[in-house]
Each structure stands twice: as structure tokens, then as C-alpha cells.
């Protein structure tokens, strides 16, 4: 039995949707079933294991099942952020193309407004010339896959992009074993159980929501919480709401989102008192750039959460995703003062064996 069919076994679990108010609840059972029927239809346009699939699919529920019948495939996924225009001049249109360079992918899978505009765009391109895009909407999805293929604990699962800041962005391969291990360490570590709920917010093209926040969600078979990134910017009390109305114990942010919440809260302090009740926030995760102490106290302390809820945490996508995690924030305030958190967690790094380091 995969990890996959074991959460589908479990008691009933699986994801909220939540978007423009409207909750669709959707267990792993009925996840596994969608991504079968995504794989079988994925099959019948030509992709095979092995193959690179770039995806631009803006619907979140659409994108998961679209995901899941790569991974159930070996197909493998690339996340790469949906531009708001597809633009040659786009620096996120550049990312794109240069993911299409870098791994010579031929299959692009898109909804059906970015697929139309990525027909126009990318023959004009020499990185593209040779790619197809595929309409998801369009995926004949009217039966399951005859058949699953084997896969290898050595098999890439993904390919996470790095930031590009030194120049086009690396394409770094992320296969099961290793993405096994991070997991298993970072529930030893973090102490995450199958009866917590958790939340995301951020985009999947990001390490933490792919790994910490859907992966990890799906092998503890617990609940989990999905909703779409403009929403959270648009109105980032939004986060804060959905953390009490779904009573949360896990969720994450870079140190902007909570900095948009302190903002939003100093723009109309009367609202804190019509805010959900926040007592099942055990931690939440600030990672993915630099985090300061500033931002988190304000943060802790307009929400009248403690301290002790604040994780801050530092990764690479060389090693999955985080390597550490400071679980000590109401007592030593910062990384500087964190020494010997950071030095035990060392003895955590993903080895790449799936066995905890001793």
C-alpha cells in the first residue's frame, strides 16, 4: 500500500477548499480517485514517466488533482509561479522559459486562460518552439488509469526551482527518498500529529506548501486547509479568520504575511476584538526569508497569541526544504540566541537514507 492509498484508507480526512467564502471538503479517497482519472487522461495526450511536466493551472483544486495524477504517474512535477501577463519582458515569463530550457521539457499543463496565452507566446520563443500546451480542462479524465508504474525511491518526484537570484533560476531534483526522510524528521521534530488541522495560503511553486503543507498533510492523513494566495493578499485578516473558524494547529507564512497582518491590524484596531478564537494555534511557521524579531512580536502579540506559537525556520531546496527550527522562540527571541537549537537540529538534516540520523 502507497502512503497515498494509506491516507485514502484513513478516517475520513482530507482537504477543505476554501475560496470567496465557499468551503468544498474533499476527502483523500475522493483525491486519490480525482488523480487516477487525472493520470489516465494525462496518458491519453502522450505523457510518460520520466517526463518533466511544467504546471500553470491557476484553479488550487484542479491543480492538486492535476498533481497527483503526475506523482501517481512518475511524471515529474514542476511548479513554476502563474505570471500576470505572458510577456517576454516578464521576469516570471523568463523563469518559465528558462525551466522550459533547463529540463527540455516538452509538456506544459495549464487551465484553459493561461494555455491560450501560452499557444500565442511560446512559439515566438526559441525555449518554447517545441512545447505543447495542454488545456487541463480539456483532459479526457472519463476513466482511471489501467495501471500505476513502479516507483523508485531514487525516482524525482519534483524539481524545485531556486529563487534565480544569482542568475537563471536551478532546477533542483527532489526524489521520493529523500522527501521521505525530511518528513519523517520534521514530524519527529516539530511533533506533528494525524489529528492536527493545518492551513496554507502560499502557491505550490514554494518548497514549505509543497512539502510541510500538502506532502506531510497527506502522509499523517490530516486535515488540511487550502486557500488561494490573492485572497490572503487582498484581505490578509482572511488567514487569521480561517485559523479560528477552522481551528487550526498548524500553519505558515514569510515574515511579510504577518507583517500584513500587523499592518491591517494597526489600520483598524477595533477589529481584533471580532477576530475567531485562536487557541488551537499550536506553531506558525515563519520561514522562507529573513525573519525578524520585530514583525513577530507584533504579530504574537496584537493576536494575544504566545510566544511559544512562533517557529522560525531556515531551508534550502538542496535539502528538501527546512533544516531547521527554532521551537524555542518565547525564550530565546532570535536565531543568534538559538545556538544549540540550531546545533542539535543538524543531527536532522535529510540524509538522503529515509533512517533518522542518530
Not at 81 to 103: R, T
Not at 166 to 186: D, M, N, Q, W, Y
Not at 337 to 355: F, Q, Y
Amino acid at each position: 500500500m502507497t502512503l497515498f492509498e494509506a491516507a485514502a484508507a484513513s478516517r475520513g480526512t482530507g482537504i477543505t477548499y476554501l475560496s470567496d467564502s465557499v468551503e468544498i471538503f474533499e476527502t483523500y479517497t475522493e483525491l486519490l480517485g480525482a488523480a487516477r482519472h487525472h493520470l489516465g487522461g494525462l496518458r491519453k495526450i502522450g505523457m510518460e514517466q520520466g517526463e518533466p511536466c511544467l504546471m500553470q493551472i491557476g484553479q488550487l483544486r484542479v491543480h492538486i488533482h492535476a498533481m497527483w495524477g503526475c506523482i501517481l504517474g512518475g511524471i515529474i512535477l514542476v511548479n513554476v509561479s502563474i505570471p500576470s501577463k505572458y510577456e517576454v519582458k516578464s521576469a516570471v515569463v523568463q523563469k518559465l522559459l528558462g525551466v522550459l530550457d533547463n529540463l527540455d521539457a516538452k509538456h506544459v499543463l495549464a487551465s484553459s486562460d493561461n494555455a491560450a496565452s501560452l499557444r500565442r507566446l511560446l512559439p515566438q520563443t526559441s525555449e518554447g518552439a517545441n512545447t505543447t500546451v495542454h488545456d487541463v480542462s480539456q483532459l479526457d479524465v472519463s476513466s482511471p488509469a489501467v495501471c500505476e508504474p513502479m516507483i523508485r525511491a531514487g525516482d524525482v518526484l519534483f524539481y524545485l526551482l531556486t529563487s534565480g537570484s544569482t542568475g537563471r533560476s536551478k532546477c533542483i531534483p527532489e526524489c521520493h527518498r529523500a522527501i521521505v526522510s525530511h518528513l519523517r524528521h520534521s514530524i519527529l521534530h516539530c511533533n506533528y500529529k494525524p489529528s492536527d488541522v493545518a492551513m496554507n495560503w502560499l502557491p505550490f511553486d514554494h518548497v514549505v506548501p509543497m512539502l510541510t503543507y500538502h506532502l506531510c498533510d497527506v502522509y499523517l492523513a490530516r486535515h488540511s486547509v487550502q486557500v488561494p494566495t490573492a485572497e490572503i493578499i487582498a484581505d490578509p485578516l482572511l488567514w487569521v479568520r480561517t485559523l479560528g473558524h477552522c481551528k487550526c494547529t498548524h500553519s505558515w507564512s514569510p515574515n511579510f504575511g504577518c507583517k500584513l497582518v500587523v499592518t491591517a491590524l494597526e489600520a483598524d484596531p477595533t477589529c481584533i476584538g471580532s477576530l475567531a478564537d485562536l487557541s488551537s494555534i499550536k506553531r506558525l511557521m515563519n520561514a522562507g526569508e529573513q525573519v525578524t524579531t520585530a514583525v513577530c512580536d507584533s504579530f504574537l502579540s496584537m493576536l494575544h497569541l504566545h510566544p511559544s506559537v512562533m517557529q522560525p525556520a531556515f531551508g534550502m531546496a538542496e535539502v528538501c526544504t527546512c533544516m531547521t527550527y527554532n521551537n524555542k522562540y518565547d525564550q530565546s527571541k532570535a536565531f543568534i540566541n538559538a545556538k544549540d537549537s540550531i546545533v542539535s537540529n543538524r543531527l536532522r538534516l535529510v540524509d538522503n537514507t529515509g533512517v533518522p540520523a542518530e
